[in-house]
Nanobody
């Protein structure tokens, strides 16, 4: 079994920064792509950032230039550095990972709340 555990969420004022972490543990041979999603109240979950095993990244337009995804493959951990936060960034942030362990399966973390006050 594989678990993803997120941390780093919280309350921050507009213009501030937060760094989210997501650590994968369990029966892992390797991890392909990892990603961050978010879901605001009353809205659908949206992809925020995607990072391949080689470190190539893609972002939703609304966070380009403000958010940076990175990963430490040795620690099976993905990060999301969020700068210049805006109230509209308020959401529950989830990570997911495409884990290789005899077969390929995508796992999700439990989510971490990010609240940006104006």
């Amino acid at each position: 079994q594989v678990q993803l555990v997120e941390s780093g969420g919280g309350l921050v004022q507009a213009g501030g920064s937060l760094r989210l972490s997501c650590a994968a543990s369990g029966s892992i041979f390797s991890i392909n792509a990892m990603a961050w999603y978010r879901q605001a109240p009353g809205k659908q979950r949206e992809l925020v950032a995607h990072i391949t095993s080689a470190g190539r990244t893609n972002y939703v337009d609304s966070v380009k230039g403000r958010f940076t995804a990175s990963r430490d493959n040795a620690k099976n951990t993905v990060y999301l550095q969020m700068n210049s936060l805006k109230p509209e960034d308020t959401a529950v942030y989830y990570c997911n990972a495409e884990v290789v362990a005899g077969y390929i399966h995508t796992y999700w973390g439990q989510g971490t709340q990010v609240t940006v006050s104006s």
